[in-house]
């Protein structure tokens, strides 16, 4: 009897079943983008601000290497960009709380803004100021730590909770997008244009991003939610450290940040290869899928990306704040 009906007509023949499967993985779900305005909005400003942003992460480290011609100084610029990164990411996550999401997420993304618009000004100087440069690193990193739990917490209260998945994945595609197609661009802009107006581009990228954050609704917070301390820091840390499989991804990827990823040298293989033409492709040969380090490290940096991005990739764990975990901690 089932094998008669599944040739009746209109019935789907078994054979297409699989292959419609592997149709829908490689493609992308834009079901939220068509239904949703306000999560558009975020998207097209993400979008053109991410692109920007990576434009700068690529410049920065040029400078810092063109006034200094030292390495260690490349490092340690990123040293400083992850220590306000630690400091600050807590405190983003207990105003994410008790804020409104889309006021933290627009406040933040004109910090970033105006330190873009400070490097570019001090890019014009007859010698720039070293120290400048890496108080504006930290400043924007601080800025980014702010944000980040605004921004992950935003999503949840655009989409449907079943539009989850395709959300994140619109999201992922967004940033490779950027990742890939902002570091080109900043290699011919340093090339052509100079430092100056490189810079700039990426604060028009922001004023994108301001507008469309303008044009969203209001997201405040719950209305039980809590006012922004210390014991809201503290519960945080608490929940994290009860979820060791939190921990263990974090702590990989922090490593695979640090050590995997030679950033620091590009713009001197950059320089020794052409110039910033070329650094805009040192920068691409990571999100790209192929990296300059071989054997036994490069694999074990391989699988630490691929359980970073997996961590990334989960809906279910960076859509939360602290809000939304008090019941699982106070159990």
Excluded at 187 to 196: C, E, K, Q, T, Y
Aim: hydrophobic share 50%; glycine share 10%.
């Amino acid at each position: 009897m089932p094998l008669a009906m599944s040739h009746l007509p209109g019935a789907e023949p078994p054979a297409t079943q699989p292959r419609r499967g592997w149709l829908q993985l490689a493609t992308v779900d834009i079901t939220p983008l068509r239904r949703h305005r306000d999560f558009r909005l975020l998207f097209i400003g993400r979008l053109v601000s991410f692109f920007g942003s990576m434009i700068t992460v690529v410049a920065v480290p040029y400078q810092v290497y063109q006034l200094s011609h030292s390495v260690l100084l490349v490092g340690f610029l990123g040293l400083t960009e992850l220590a306000a990164l630690i400091v600050f990411a807590m405190l983003g996550g207990a105003l994410a709380d008790a804020a409104d999401r889309r006021t933290m997420v627009l406040l933040s993304e004109a910090g970033l803004m105006v330190g873009s618009l400070v490097l570019a000004g001090n890019s014009l100087l007859a010698q720039p100021l070293m120290w400048l440069i890496f108080a504006v690193a930290a400043l924007q990193g601080s800025f980014d730590a702010l944000q980040r739990p605004s921004l992950d917490a935003l999503l949840p209260r655009l989409v449907d909770r079943d539009e989850l998945k395709a959300a994140a994945a619109l999201g992922s595609l967004r940033g490779t997008v950027g990742m890939i197609a902002g570091p080109a661009l900043a290699g011919v802009l340093i090339a052509v244009a100079g430092l100056p107006v490189t810079y700039l581009v990426d604060v028009a990228t922001f004023v994108v991003g301001l507008v469309c954050l303008l044009l969203m609704r209001a997201v405040p917070p719950p209305a039980d939610a809590a006012r922004p301390s210390i014991a809201r820091v503290l519960e945080g840390l608490r929940y994290a450290r009860s979820r060791p499989e939190l921990v263990g991804t974090y702590a990989v990827d922090i490593v695979a940040m640090l050590f995997g990823m030679p950033m620091a040298l590009f713009p001197a293989i950059a320089q020794s290869l052409g110039g910033p033409s070329v650094l805009g492709l040192c920068s691409d040969v990571d999100p790209i899928g192929w990296h300059p380090l071989r054997g036994r490290r490069g694999r074990l940096r391989d699988c630490a990306a691929c359980v970073t991005e997996l961590r990334r990739a989960s809906p279910t764990e960076t859509c939360r704040t602290t809000s939304d975990r008090r019941g699982e901690i106070a159990g």
